[in-house]
C-alpha cells in the first residue's frame, strides 16, 4: 500500500481504536491520528513478522491487524503517560 492510502487506513484504524478504548488522552484527535498511523504501521510488521502474513490492501484482516496495533499504541501510550 502507497503512503497516502497507510495514512488514511491508520485515521480510520486510530478511530476505531480510540471508540474501543475510552478515556481521557493527552493530546487529543493528533494523537489519536498519529497512534493510528502508527498502529497500522507496526500492526502490520508484527502480522508479518509472526506469519499471518503480508498486509495488503483495505481488507478485513488488514483492518483488525490496524486496530490491534493502534490499540497496542494506545495502552502503551496510556501506561507511558500515567507514569
Not at 478504548?21 to 494523537?31: S, Y
Not at 498519529?34 to 478485513?60: E, P, R
Amino acid at each position: 500500500m502507497g503512503i497516502i492510502a497507510w495514512i488514511i487506513f491508520g485515521l480510520i484504524a486510530g478511530a476505531v481504536a480510540k471508540l474501543l478504548m475510552p478515556g481521557d488522552d493527552p493530546g487529543g484527535i493528533i494523537v489519536t491520528i498519529v497512534i493510528g498511523i502508527l498502529g497500522a504501521v507496526v500492526g502490520g510488521f508484527i502480522a508479518t513478522a509472526l506469519g499471518f502474513g503480508a498486509v495488503s490492501g483495505f481488507n478485513l484482516g488488514s483492518f483488525v491487524v490496524a486496530v490491534l496495533g493502534a490499540i497496542l499504541l494506545l495502552w502503551l501510550y496510556r501506561v507511558a503517560k500515567s507514569r
